[in-house]
């Protein structure tokens, strides 16, 4: 998760003095950045995955779970094989498959490939076995009772009584929370400053409102009964007293409700900075879609909420805007109001190709205009310049002393400071220094995590493969930047894959190819010119439900991504038995997009609502969580089939 330094944090007074410094070198180490590598060559793709377990402690005599916080020893256990596999050619293999990093929860543990896959398809066919083989490897550190899971959410994270593992009383000075200790966050310094620096510099504490779902017995108005009064800090009066907590909601007023959940993310490396942007722009409508197809997050607080996804909930859990910013007061302290948190949606497009035009970013772009001036007069186009000045209207959040004065020429760590802190549904991502061997990134952020090994793979998989039919066929998904918004909104609603649609491009081939190579930039503005009309696209996409989009609708023509997935494995030369096996994979995708199929967003609704514990109020259990997790852990160790999740397929 972002920058992980070593040092001593800034609280936030003293940090947001220097918060112009930062944006200042962080410009300059950009720039010197770029200038070394803008015409950095790769030969490939290269891309890999990203999945984050949460640890839980099983009871079986009690029939409870909790969350362990021993991931810490789990994570050291982890370092020291990858260290001696350096050494050790019989430890090797564990180093090349897998690589472990902390997350913010220490619940939460982050496993990837210990190296990238390439895009090859006989690569695609090592993606579920690694996954398997990861979490085989974090076992092998867990207690007999432990259990590696891939809850998105954690249904009772922050309920009365005892959910953690070890227990702690929940409050503390970092989050100041009613429900959840900083026990709960992770150790390294980072965090806990991170936590405690988003409440100052907002002036309040997170405020997180999910709508309850209505069942037969919940009460209307429903009014959180469970809701504690403390009276240590001033924001314990936030909740009640100063109406925090919204009727018929779900209130949550801590980093860790947001930060603490977990999600499937994957990262492209391109051949080069053109490619980069390009598949950065095309992935971008797909954010929403994504979302809506792998929900998995519908519950919080031990109650069902009428929402299937996590992103609202860490989009409010770090916004650190300011009344003022937020629009609530007039400007006076702050520079900008800013309309979103730093945790949402992208606001602009950026790539040169010809297929992008400037009505596309239809929503007004606020950004820095000093650091706008000196990228751009340092040879940046208009919308890469648009693009990092608006990552750079946010304050670093967290600053260390022993890396305030670095050598700009060298270190990237003021530009990463903030760049690894705007978490938006797509991430573009120069090389990590000037001599470094990775390349230029886009990573791919909004789906959530699935429940299997399967499921993380099949959408992993799919993810890659739309990336590769983008760039062979030249297809253009640019829809305006509004709609990419309003389809966000959508896709966290109930069952949205099934009962919504979405603004979606109608014709994704070109009428004829562009001209422009792709290694050499097309000089596009983000914005028209003064004077010069907008041109109305409005008749180039409209709303199609998910499975239009997943599976095409042949009456219009409309060949679905599927169908330009198959297109693209269509032009490779790949033997009948890995086809076989990726079709595999495609099927699952293709039968959730159809409702033949449940989300693991519907699937779990429909084990707690079905059972015997539930009384149809809205409250979900310590039995009812206890139950769904053995179950999870039995798909997952093949024991039992759960054909409304997975049909035949097996794991």
């Known amino acids: 998760m972002g920058l992980l330094s070593l040092g001593t944090p800034m609280p936030w007074e003293e940090a947001k003095k220097y918060a112009d410094h930062v944006r200042t070198h962080g410009i300059i180490q950009f720039l010197n ?91 695609l066919l090592a993606v579920e076995q690694n996954m398997k083989l990861r979490r085989q490897i974090a076992r092998m550190f867990m207690k007999p009772n432990e259990v590696p899971i891939t809850f998105t959410s954690y249904p009772r994270l922050g309920c009365s009584g005892e959910f953690l593992e070890p227990h702690h009383d929940p409050h503390g000075p970092a989050a100041r929370s009613l429900f959840v200790p900083d026990d709960i966050i992770n150790a390294h310094a980072r965090f806990p400053t991170l936590t405690a620096n988003i409440r100052t510099r907002r002036g309040s504490k997170v405020a997180i409102n999910v709508p309850i779902f209505h069942d037969k017995n919940t009460p209307k108005p429903f009014i959180d009964p469970t809701i504690p ?55 971008a409508p797909l954010g929403p879609i994504m979302l809506a197809l792998t929900a998995a997050a519908p519950i919080y607080r031990g109650y069902l909420s009428d929402v299937d996804c996590r992103w609202n909930v860490i989009a409010g859990s770090v916004d650190d805007r300011t009344e003022e910013e937020r629009g609530l007061k007039p400007l006076k302290d702050n520079k900008f109001r800013i309309p979103k948190s730093r945790y949402d949606s992208i606001d602009s497009y950026i790539s040169t190709d010809p297929n992008f035009k400037p009505e596309y970013n239809d929503i007004p772009l606020v950004y820095d205009e000093d650091i706008y001036k000196k990228l751009s007069d340092n040879g940046i186009d208009d919308l890469l310049a648009r693009h990092i000045a608006h990552l750079f209207i ?16 060298e270190s990237t760590d003021h530009f990463e400071n903030l760049q690894s802190t705007n978490w938006q549904t797509m991430r573009f991502k120069p090389p990590p220094s000037k001599t470094s061997p990775i390349g230029w990134r886009v990573e791919f952020r909004s789906m959530e995590i699935q429940l299997t090994d399967f499921e993380n793979a099949a959408f992993a998989i799919f993810i890659v493969l739309v990336t590769r039919a983008v760039l062979s066929f030249g297809t253009n998904f640019y829809i305006p930047i509004s709609k990419v918004d309003e389809n966000m ?17 109608k014709q994704i081939f070109p009428q004829s190819r562009p001209s422009t190579p792709s290694g050499s930039p097309k000089v596009s503005h983000a914005t028209l010119p003064d004077g010069a009309a907008a041109v109305d696209r409005s008749d180039e996409y409209e709303l199609m439900t998910i499975n239009e989009i997943i599976n095409g609708n042949p009456e219009k023509g409309f060949p679905g ?73 039995q798909i997952n160790k093949g024991e039992v089939q759960e054909p409304k999740l997975l049909g035949n397929f097996t794991v």
Not at 65 to 81: F, G, M, N, P, T
Not at 271 to 279: C, F, G, P, W
Not at 397 to 408: P, R, Y
Not at 489 to 505: G, S
């Open 394 to 409: 946010r304050d670093p959040l967290v600053i260390f002393h022993e890396l305030l004065n670095v050598d700009d020429n």
């Open 229 to 283: 009064t403390f009276n240590d800090y001033p924001e314990d009066k936030n909740a009640i007293e100063e109406g925090a907590a919204l009727p018929d909601h779900i209130y949550l007023d801590a980093m860790a409700f947001g930060m603490g959940c977990c999600c499937l993310q994957i990262t492209f490396q391109a051949v080069n900075v053109v490619e980069a942007r390009k598949i950065y722009d095309q992935m």
């Open 489 to 505: 909104k959508v896709a966290h609603r109930r069952n949205a894959v099934l009962n919504e649609k979405f603004h979606f491009r």
């Open 33 to 123: 950045l770029w200038e070394a590598t803008k015409d950095l060559q790769k030969d490939s793709l290269l891309w890999g995955d990203e999945i984050e377990y949460m640890v839980v402690s099983v009871d079986d005599e009690s029939e409870r779970v909790k969350l362990s916080l021993r991931v810490w020893q789990i994570l050291e256990e982890l370092a020291k094989i990858e260290e001696e596999a350096k050494t050790n050619p019989e430890k090797k293999k564990l180093l090349v498959n897998s690589s472990w990093h902390p997350e913010y929860g220490r619940y939460m543990l982050e496993g990837t490939p210990g190296e990238p896959y390439t895009g090859l398809p006989r690569d």
């Open 561 to 633: 991504l599927l169908g330009l997935v198959n297109n693209y494995l269509n032009t490779l030369n790949i033997d009948i038995e890995t086809r076989c096996e990726i079709s595999k994979y495609l099927e699952l995708i293709k039968r959730r997009a159809n409702g033949s199929l449940m989300t693991a967003a519907s699937w779990t609704r429909d084990f707690v609502q079905t059972h015997p514990e539930y009384k149809q109020d809205s409250v979900v259990s310590e039995k009812i969580i206890y139950d769904l997790v053995k179950r999870v852990e």
